[in-house]
């Protein structure tokens, strides 16, 4: 069974503050890595994606992967009050192609 | 580009019906993918389609069921509705290179009374 967890929540952090989301995953065999930020109400957006170890960074927010460690994580650089959401991480392997999601992490950004 | 598109947007449907929810995707994107989010369980993926072809399959009973159109757009019909049907239902389409990450539509809102 391959999972994807993530700390439900909810992180908060001060404005202007870094966020780390944080994500591991089951399946030794994933390739590919992704965040997607999803606000009340509505249908997840894809934000950033990964798929070599190391960092990859994409104005405000940095992807970080460990395939030894299987982890995955979200850094969100002086965060925003609308930068507040659910984080969503999700893996895919080269097989299916089909991600496996976790349940999300909720981040709030207070003023 | 144009983003993927659900209708309808919301439907309020009673125990025993049934549904057709419809998906287009992304300009050239051939594989559609279909989820059912809500707050107890999380994200859970329905099915794929690629080419006209159910291509991956999650675990939900048969009264779930799909189908693609040779334009890509993609169908997704609900039969006998039960009351834990009630859910945001979200289409996602992807291309063929890469990562091959999805795209999500703004999704239909389904509640079963």
């Known amino acids: 069974q391959k999972e994807v967890e993530q700390n439900s929540g909810p992180l908060s952090v001060p404005e202007g503050a870094i966020a780390s989301l944080n994500c591991t995953y089951s399946?030794?065999?994933?390739?590919?890595f992704f965040w997607y930020r999803q606000y009340s109400g509505k249908s997840p957006e894809l934000i950033m994606f990964i798929y070599s170890n190391g960092d990859k960074e994409d104005g405000r927010f940095t992807a970080q992967l460990n395939k030894a460690s299987q982890y995955v994580s979200l850094l969100i650089r002086d965060s925003q009050p609308s930068d507040s959401a659910t984080y969503l991480c999700?893996?895919?392997?080269?097989?299916?192609?089909?991600?496996?999601f976790g349940r999300g992490t909720s981040l709030i950004v207070h003023p | 580009k144009a983003g993927v598109t659900q209708t309808p947007r919301y439907l309020i449907k009673t125990r025993g019906q049934q549904v057709t929810l419809s998906c287009s995707p992304i300009?050239?994107?051939?594989?559609v993918s279909w989820y059912q989010q809500t707050p107890g369980q999380g994200l859970q993926f329905l099915f794929e389609?690629?080419?006209?072809?159910?291509?991956n399959k999650g675990n939900f009973p048969g009264r779930f069921s799909g189908r693609q159109f040779s334009n890509s757009r993609s169908e997704m019909n609900v039969s006998t509705l039960e009351l834990g049907d009630s859910a945001l239902y979200l289409c996602?389409?992807?291309?063929?290179?890469?990562?091959?990450?999805?795209?999500f539509g703004p999704g239909t809102r389904l509640t079963v009374l």
């Open positions: 399946d030794r065999g994933s390739q590919s």
């Open positions: 999700a893996s895919s392997s080269g097989g299916s192609y089909i991600p496996t």
């Open positions: 996602a389409s992807s291309g063929t290179s890469g990562s091959r990450e999805q795209f």
């Open positions: 389609y690629f080419s006209e072809t159910q291509r």
């Open positions: 300009s050239g994107h051939r594989s």
